[in-house]
């Protein structure tokens, strides 16, 4: 089995390696899963963020989340890392999390140009 490598898009791994140790952990596990193909226990789509987006919902004293998507072949893209203090995700969050995917795309798309 191929183990899919994890790319950090803008400075989110700095934001994972800010989480308090135990939802560090926890985003460390769930990622860990990912990678060898099998869906984190507790995620949902984000499609507001991107196509194929999803979250991994982290639950301990406090709530987080990490925006991922993991459908392209050739790597797992973590896209934004943060606390969730309310109810609804902020719109700061969200909109961080579109402007990495659109730089992700961006940047896919010119590492798949042919060179002149």
């Not at 989480?19 to 985003?27: H, I, S, T, V």
């Not at 991922?68 to 719109?91: D, G, P």
């Amino acid at each position: 089995m191929t183990i899919k490598p994890i790319r950090w898009v803008g400075a989110t791994r700095e934001e994972i390696q800010s989480l308090p140790d135990d939802a560090r952990k926890e985003a460390g596990f769930a990622l860990w899963t990912l990678q060898q193909g099998i869906q984190p226990s507790d995620f949902k789509p984000m499609s507001i963020v991107g196509k194929g987006v999803e979250e991994i919902r982290i639950r301990t004293a406090d709530a987080y989340r990490v925006f991922y998507i993991a459908r392209f072949e050739e790597a797992i893209y973590v896209l934004h890392a943060f606390q969730k203090k309310t109810q609804k995700t902020a719109k700061k969050n969200i909109e961080i999390g579109q402007k990495r995917y659109q730089q992700l795309l961006q940047n896919r798309l010119n590492s798949i140009e042919p060179e002149p």
